[in-house]
């Protein structure tokens, strides 16, 4: 890595103190496709070049929520990338920390910072709120390792919305419609949207946020967020541009 590190980037797929007159920009689209995929990537005016990693969220064996190889190929083919299979989740802030994390760095981030073995970090359960504080942490490491944020992307597809983490090989099946895809150049402010998005939503027939948010509240999910903006990683306060208008 030494002497390459400079052009190393990264696309996440699922993460800088912002002034008020300078909010980050969160680019949405309600298609979910290849096509707008690569069109929300160009939206980001920010080309992905050198060697790129395209890290995105594939879940466990059994688990069938995850981005299909025929959504992401084409924008792997635009950044001419790298598809890595490590698991993770579907915000970007956990993204970036577990799934971009090595097994001793997953170890401990769970334990927060107690073992880097991943046999013994069960047995030093802490407090939730710790937890999220380690995975804001390490996502703002991933962060400034990209080039202090300018060497990277973040985008999440909404889409598969189970109460299970991708990690559970059996999830529960989902129970709110598919969204869309959001993508900004601020981690904290993608998943803040996608955030705002699923609690603002208007239940319908066949289409239930309730089970997601209170998933959500039930392990506190929201704080993630509120510590990454706390720690200088971003911002929750962002202007929303609709690609598809």
Not at 137 to 161: D, P, R, S, T, W
Not at 236 to 245: A, G, P
Request: net charge neutral; proline share 3%; hydrophobic share 35%.
């Amino acid at each position: 890595m030494r002497g390459k590190k400079k052009n190393l980037f990264a696309v996440l797929l699922a993460v800088v103190a912002i002034t008020a007159s300078a909010q980050p920009k969160v680019y949405f689209t309600k298609d979910i496709s290849p096509e707008s995929l690569v069109k929300i990537y160009k939206a980001l005016d920010r080309e992905a070049k050198g060697r790129v990693a395209v890290k995105i969220s594939t879940g466990e064996g059994g688990n069938q929520h995850y981005l299909r190889p025929t959504l992401i190929r084409q924008l792997v083919e635009e950044v001419n990338g790298t598809g890595h299979t490590m698991g993770g989740f579907g915000g970007v802030l956990k993204n970036a920390s577990i799934g971009v994390g090595s097994t001793a760095g997953k170890a401990y981030i769970h334990s927060h910072g107690v073992t880097t073995d991943s046999k013994e970090c069960w047995r030093h359960t802490q407090p939730q709120d710790f937890f999220l504080e380690s995975m804001a942490a390490a996502a703002q490491a991933v962060h400034e390792y990209f080039g202090g944020g300018k060497n990277i992307l973040y985008i999440n597809v909404m889409n598969n919305m189970s109460v299970d983490c991708d990690c559970d090989g059996h999830p529960a099946k989902p129970e709110m419609k598919d969204m869309g895809i959001v993508a900004s150049l601020d981690p904290v402010a993608a998943d803040q949207a996608c955030l705002d998005m699923v609690f603002n939503h208007k239940a319908s027939e066949g289409d239930d946020e309730k089970p997601l948010i209170a998933r959500i509240n039930r392990q506190h999910g929201t704080y993630i967020t509120d510590y990454a903006e706390q720690i200088g990683l971003g911002s929750k306060k962002y202007k929303l541009v609709n690609i598809d208008k």
